[in-house]
């Protein structure tokens, strides 16, 4: 089907970025073209077999749980009744990326924005922006989990805080966020396991993080992960590994973020690829093609 895009570009000093879109809209789920559900259920059958072994098992389990399958895109209402019994979270369908402080007050409300439209066939392998598989099927299925979903609310919570405070706090808190929701791994007794979004809903990535002697494996840590560059525009030179869900709501409501800003005000980033002395490592990439520029 023809999606209405209302993301339009702007160039600015990090390049073009998207002009973002506020509307709230229905999932207009009867319009979704046979072109559309079968774009679903190539990505999703693709991806199912993929993180049989690579995906954290709370993942696999919650989106078998709440139903999610290859057979159509899935009606945000039916997977509102599972959501709001395990946690409360519920899915508000939108166009595409909302400005940063809407994104946090949804986040804080327990609500997740889900981008309706699902990319076109000859994106099957990469699509820059955030669309409908990227979201639903990468997001959605840990919102089930009641650390991970509690975590997602207090990160709202200190995103709408931050946003009092300048751009510094924000931009530690975008860092959290790819590291974390989009990025992460995390350490299990099998292996280490993925539960960011941005990799679960990447064929290639959810390959490259785990298998690839290329990036660095780094054990979390909240002020080291606010401190460190990353990229949009080509895989993660550095993962991080946190050791359960609970560290990570821990390390965030660190009581409003208050104290780790002071910390940091004025620190220099660290750039994507970048070991310190003071990491836990897991691997040390050897950076094999990696790009000497271009971390944002
Ligand atoms: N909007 N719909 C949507 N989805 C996102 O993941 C998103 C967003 N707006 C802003 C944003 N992410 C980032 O700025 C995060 O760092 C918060
Ligand atoms: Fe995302």
């Not at 160039?11 to 559900?37: I, L, N, R």
């Not at 693709?46 to 078998?64: G, H, K, M, T, V």
């Not at 104290?259 to 750039?271: C, F, Q, R």
């Amino acid at each position: 089907m023809e999606t209405p895009r209302r993301v339009e570009h702007q160039m600015t000093d990090k390049g073009y970025v998207p002009v973002y879109t506020t509307a709230v809209v229905e999932q207009p789920w009867a319009q979704y073209s046979a072109e559309d559900h079968q774009t679903w259920a190539t990505l999703f059958k693709r991806q199912q077999e993929i993180l049989q072994d690579r995906a954290c098992p709370e993942f696999l389990e919650n989106q078998a749980a709440m139903g999610m399958n290859e057979s159509q895109i899935p009606k945000f209402d039916d997977l509102n009744v599972h959501l709001k019994k395990a946690t409360g979270w519920k899915l508000i369908a939108v166009e595409g990326l909302l400005p940063e402080l809407d994104f946090f007050m949804h986040l804080k409300n327990r609500e997740f924005p889900v981008t309706w439209w699902i990319r076109r066939p000859d994106q099957i392998d990469y699509i820059a922006e955030p669309d409908l598989f990227h979201d639903l099927f990468g997001h959605v299925p840990l919102l089930m989990n009641p650390i991970f979903a509690d975590y997602m609310q207090a990160y709202g919570a200190g995103g709408v805080r931050a946003s009092t405070f300048g751009n510094e706090p924000l931009s530690n808190l975008t860092r959290l966020y790819w590291y974390t929701v989009e990025f992460g791994l995390i350490n299990t007794p099998k292996g280490l396991r993925i539960y960011g979004a941005g990799i679960l809903s990447s064929k290639g990535e959810s390959i490259h993080c785990l298998e690839s002697n290329a990036p660095n494996r780094i054990g979390f840590d909240l002020s080291r992960v606010m401190r460190t560059r990353y990229r949009i525009d080509t895989y993660q030179k550095t993962y991080f590994v946190i050791d359960s869900f609970e560290q990570l709501f821990r390390a965030t409501v660190d009581p409003d973020f208050g104290p780790i800003y002071y910390h940091l005000k004025g620190a220099e980033s660290v750039p994507a690829g970048t070991v310190l002395d003071t990491d836990t490592v897991f691997n040390r990439g050897t950076g094999e093609g990696w790009l000497t520029d271009g971390d944002v």
